[in-house]
Every structure is written in structure tokens, then in C-alpha cells.
């Protein structure tokens, strides 16, 4: 594991100062039952382990605010019966000496403790809402606190969530997490290249994913950040495809979308290629624009640009594109305005990517799109997809000629802000028509 005890303390070092005095609770995941007696594998919360780096289930961090800050650590106690059939667990002691927290209980202990800390505390932090029996838990707890507290005691009053106050912080990286999602951008990349050497005519779309999965985890990678997508034919006009099931033809454009997660971290890559190699005519017009839209993105990803800048660029150019191949008639400025490519591209060009690959912070800051800082990181995504009309389609949208029906492009690479620009975290893998055909030749 990947246990960087000075950037987590100082992580909560820097909430400490944001907030105010009081107490901050914070539970990890829950573990989610898949059939049975058998659960999902186990993915902490991004909060929780960025400000812990422990990667246990039932845990919590407990913070005591103020000018002299306390960190507790609630875990599973040691358990070396359990532990033969469940594997390791740090327990309390260990746990408190690996990830430098001041001290550490079991969790059977969180609701005497804080019922003890919250005699004398007004204020809790905690994430109201966001889960129902913790909300109840945590209430109840408060509750008995003020029933016991009598006059003269301060008592829990205030409930405040404080997950922003996180996402902020965790919206511009610092350079361990810069380094980790390099990292993975790496592992990503190599893994999409094994996919384009690899896939055929004939093979099920499971055969791809199986290669991707193969080199993520070969890599170190103990998990893909999202459901890999991996979308041939007409199924890559399905923008959350997930069956991945189809046997592939060629003649084919295979669409994947897929990125692992390095120790906590997401990629999110998407490149789009012609299963038996090489482009077709239609297939390579639509290719060539979004990858141009993709270029035009790019030009606006440095500091001091709003974020949607990149979005606006991209869709003038798809725009511009769409009318150029006669698939919409109008003026550009006239159908950016009424958003006439929204029949062709349907989604945002971009997110944040870090713990989450949708991460977390702030689009928008007092109603106007955020500007860009140097630390964060984020995708970018132009695509364009031709499917049929559908009955009630707006009276609007245009018959799709017969050669770009069911195209499906979508090209995404990961970008970190610099201070002078941007710095593409998965540029390995091959994106211009040329070096696609090249590769896939080897
Ligand atoms: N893979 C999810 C996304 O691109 O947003
Ligand atoms: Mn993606
Ligand atoms: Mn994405």
C-alpha cells in the first residue's frame, strides 16, 4: 500500500484551519452486499482517505477542532481468529503508529467517545445528509448529550456539513497525487494500446476488456475507476454502454472508454479505432473533427480561463464541422445558440478526475464558470454520435445520412494545469488517424 502519513496530516492540518472549533466526524464506505453472503470488493470514501490514507472498512476519523487539533481513529479491532478467515487488520495500536493519528480506538468505542467530546462542543461537522443511519446515529448521540448537559455545558446546536470545505482542498492536487495520477495515466494508456494490437474482427467486446483489465492489474492497479466501456458498432452511440457483449465486426469503430484507479487515483481515457485497422471514409471525417474539436479544447485548458471555455471551444468546432459535412445548415453562431449539435453531442466536454473520476469541487463559484488553476486536473471529452431519429425527437433534428449512421467517436485524455498551460497525463496512447493506423499495424 501507498501510506503517505505527512501529506494526510497535513491535509488535516489545513481543514483544521478552515474550520471552526468543534467536532468533525467522519465515517468511511460502507461495505455494499453483492449476493448473499458476498459482498463488493471494498472502496473506502475519497473523503475519508484523504485525510487518513487508511484503507479499512468500518472506520472513522474523528477530528477535535480547535487551536490545538486532535485526530482519532476508529477501526476494527485486532481479531486473530477473524483474521485467519478475513485477513489482516491493523487494530487500533498499529493503526495510530502507520497513519500518525494521535490516537486510536475500536470502533465499538465511537459512540462513548462521542458522547464523551461532545459535552462541551457546540458545533459538529459531519456529512448531514448524506447517509440516513449516520444522520440518526450522530443526532441521537447529540440528543443524549444535551438531555445529560443540563444548563452551564455547551451541547451540540450546530450541524454542519463540511464536505465542500474537503472537495475545495481536493480539487488542486499536490505532488504525490500529481504523481499518482501519472502514473496511472501511464498504466491507462499502455493498456489502450494493448487493446489496439489486440482486438480483431470476430472477438466479443469482453476479450477487450479482459486485455485491459489484464495490463491494469499486471500494473498494480487492483481495480478500473469505472465500469470500462468497450463499445463497438452501433453500441458506441451509447454513451454509459456497459454490456459489453457484442461480438465485433469488421468494418467496426470500437469505442472504449476505460481508465484503472492507482491507489485510490482515477484515470479516464477514451480512444476510438477501426477494428479491422484501418479508417473508412465516413468513419475517419468524423474521427478528424472531434479529434480537432478535442485540439481546440486544449488551447484553452491554462490558468485564468473559465472552465467552460474548453466546453465552448470544443462545440464551435464540432459546430463549424457538423455544417462544413452538411449535417446542420445554418449560421455557427446560429446553431451554438440553438444548440443544434446537441443532436450529435449530447454531453459536457470534460470533469474533474482525482479520487473520484467525477471529482469533487466546484464547477461554477457564484453562478460563473470557475477559473482554471494550476493543481487541478481534468478530462477532456468531444464526441459525436449518429443514431436513428426517435419518434419524439424535436422537430429540429436531421435524418442521418446512410454512411455516419451509428458512428459512435469519443476521444478523452487527462489534463493537469500548469502554471504556464496544461500537462496531458495520458498522452501515450495514439490519437491522430496516422499513428492509430500505425500502431494497430504493429
Ligand atoms: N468514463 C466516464 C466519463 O468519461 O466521464
Ligand atoms: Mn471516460
Ligand atoms: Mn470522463
Given at each position: 500500500m501507498h501510506i503517505q502519513v505527512e501529506r494526510h496530516q497535513a491535509r488535516r492540518v489545513a481543514l483544521n484551519h478552515q474550520l471552526q472549533s468543534g467536532l468533525l466526524i467522519l465515517p468511511t464506505a460502507r461495505v455494499q452486499c453483492r449476493n448473499y453472503d458476498n459482498d463488493f470488493p471494498f472502496r473506502y470514501d475519497s473523503r475519508f482517505?484523504?485525510?487518513t490514507g487508511f484503507y479499512e472498512p468500518e472506520a472513522v476519523l474523528?477530528?477535535?477542532?480547535?487551536?490545538?487539533p486532535k485526530s482519532t481513529l476508529f477501526c476494527q479491532p485486532k481479531n486473530?481468529?477473524?483474521e485467519i478467515w478475513e485477513g489482516f487488520l491493523f487494530g487500533p495500536e498499529a493503526a495510530r503508529e502507520v497513519f500518525g493519528v494521535n490516537e486510536a480506538f475500536a470502533i465499538d468505542q465511537l459512540d462513548s467517545k462521542l458522547s464523551e467530546w461532545m459535552?462541551?462542543?457546540e458545533r459538529v461537522y459531519f456529512p448531514v445528509g448524506f447517509d440516513a443511519e449516520w444522520d440518526a446515529r450522530i443526532f441521537k448521540l447529540a440528543a443524549q448529550a444535551t438531555s445529560r448537559g443540563r444548563g452551564g455545558v455547551d451541547t451540540p446546536i450546530e450541524f454542519i456539513d463540511a464536505r465542500a470545505v474537503i472537495d475545495e482542498m481536493r480539487l488542486l492536487k499536490d505532488e504525490s497525487e500529481i504523481g499518482l495520477m501519472r502514473e496511472a495515466g501511464r498504466i491507462s494508456g499502455e493498456a489502450h494500446i494493448r487493446a489496439m494490437q489486440t482486438a480483431k474482427p470476430g472477438q466479443f467486446e469482453y476479450e477487450v476488456e479482459a486485455e485491459l483489465l489484464y495490463h491494469f492489474m499486471k500494473q498494480g492497479s487492483r481495480s478500473p475507476a469505472y465500469g470500462s466501456i468497450v463499445a463497438s458498432g452501433h453500441n458506441a452511440t451509447c454513451l454509459h454502454y456497459h454490456e459489453n457483449n457484442r461480438r465485433m465486426q469488421a468494418g467496426d469503430l470500437l469505442l472504449i472508454d476505460a481508465g484503472c484507479e492507482l491507489h485510490g487515483y482515477a484515470s479516464d481515457i477514451t480512444r476510438t479505432f477501426p477494428v479491422s485497422g484501418k479508417f473508412s471514409g465516413p468513419q475517419k471525417d468524423i474521427y478528424e473533427l472531434v479529434l480537432a474539436a478535442m485540439n481546440a479544447g486544449f488551447e484553452k485548458v491554462r490558468p485564468g480561463v473559465p472552465r467552460m471555455a474548453y466546453h465552448d471551444a470544443a462545440v464551435r468546432t464540432l459546430t463549424q464541422g457538423l455544417?462544413?459535412?452538411k449535417l446542420l445548415s445554418g449560421t455557427v453562431d446560429g446553431l451554438i445558440e440553438q444548440e443544434a449539435y446537441k443532436q450529435f453531442y449530447m454531453h459536457g466536454t470534460g470533469h474533474w478526475l482525482g479520487l473520484d473520476v467525477h471529482d469533487?469541487?466546484?464547477?461554477?463559484?457564484?453562478?460563473?464558470?470557475?477559473?482554471?488553476q494550476a493543481g487541478?486536473?481534468?478530462t477532456v471529452e468531444p464526441g459525436l454520435y449518429f443514431r436513428p431519429l426517435l419518434p419524439d425527437s424535436p422537430a429540429s433534428y436531421v435524418e442521418v445520412p446512410e454512411h455516419f449512421m451509428h458512428i459512435g467517436v469519443r476521444?478523452?485524455?487527462d489534463l493537469l494545469v500548469t502554471p504556464d498551460g496544461y500537462e496531458n497525463l495520458t498522452a501515450l496512447t495514439p490519437k491522430t488517424v496516422a499513428d492509430i493506423e500505425a500502431t494497430m499495424a504493429r
Open positions: 482517505y484523504y485525510l474523528v477530528m477535535q477542532l480547535g487551536a490545538d486473530e481468529l477473524r459535552m462541551g462542543t455544417a462544413d459535412l469533487a469541487g466546484r464547477y461554477k463559484l457564484n453562478g460563473e464558470s470557475r477559473s482554471l487541478m486536473v481534468l476521444i478523452e485524455d
